[in-house]
Structure formats: structure tokens, C-alpha cells
């Protein structure tokens, strides 16, 4: 029996190539390409992180909008009881003089005046429009 002839397994190596102007040129190339690929990619992100910072601006503009009209109502409600009761006392304390200087008292007024009923226009119609007749 013959004995098996052994195959080589690796690849021999090439010889090492002196870089031409051409692999210059290409190798120039493809980093102006990588180069331009990761600066849009950049900006990108740079925008949306803009973009995110703007939205919770915003948000947080609402929500200090939101408390703060809120809390002006609980005040409002908080003192709307606060000065009639002051109102009053003041308009029982002046009653007698004002009886004194034969004045006539004051009529309390209501917090709200309905609504005068606005007189109802009758709305013209337009006139009816005639189709033109094409020139023939």
C-alpha cells in the first residue's frame, strides 16, 4: 500500500504587495465614504436629542401651566367665601349710617346678569346662480 500523499492545508501566503498610487486612491476613498456615513449619523442623533429636549420643554411648560392654574383656582376658592363675608360685615356695619344720612341702601346685586336675548336676524339667501351657456 501506498501511503497518502499529504495535501497542504494552508495557502501559502502572497507575497506582500507594494501599495500602489491606485490602492492609495481607493483606500482614500473608502474613508471619505466612512467619514461621511458616521457624520450623518451624528447629526442624526444630535437632532433627535434636540428634538426629545424640546418635547419635555414643552411637557414641562404644561404641567407648570396645569399646577399653577390649578393652584389659582384653590385660592380663588378659598377667598371667593372669605371676601363676601367681609362684604357683608362691612354693608351691616355701614347700614346704619347710611340710614342716618337718609341714603338709600344699597340693593345687593346678583354675581351674575342673564344674558340679554340678542334680536334674531333673518340671514338673506343668496340669489340663485344661472349656469353660463358655453360659447359654441
Not at 495557502?11 to 492609495?24: C, D, G, S, V, Y
Not at 474613508?31 to 428634538?51: F, H, I, W, Y
Not at 407648570?64 to 367665601?81: H, I
Request: no cysteine; aromatic share 2%; hydrophobic share 45%.
Amino acid at each position: 500500500m501506498a501511503a497518502p500523499k499529504k495535501k497542504a492545508t494552508r495557502k501559502t501566503q502572497a507575497a506582500a504587495l507594494e501599495p500602489t498610487p491606485r490602492h492609495l486612491w481607493l483606500a482614500s476613498l473608502g474613508v471619505l465614504v466612512a467619514a461621511r456615513r458616521e457624520s450623518q449619523a451624528v447629526a442624526k442623533r444630535a437632532a433627535g436629542k434636540v428634538e426629545a429636549t424640546i418635547a419635555d420643554a414643552r411637557y414641562a411648560l404644561r404641567r407648570a401651566e396645569a399646577d399653577l392654574r390649578a393652584g389659582v383656582d384653590g385660592v380663588r376658592r378659598q377667598l371667593t367665601p372669605t371676601v363676601q363675608k367681609l362684604s357683608h360685615d362691612v354693608e351691616a356695619r355701614l347700614a346704619p349710617i347710611v340710614a342716618k344720612l337718609g341714603l338709600k341702601p344699597k340693593t345687593p346685586r346678583n354675581a351674575r346678569k342673564p344674558a340679554t336675548k340678542a334680536v334674531r336676524r333673518t340671514v338673506r339667501k343668496p340669489a340663485k346662480r344661472v349656469a353660463k351657456k358655453a360659447a359654441a
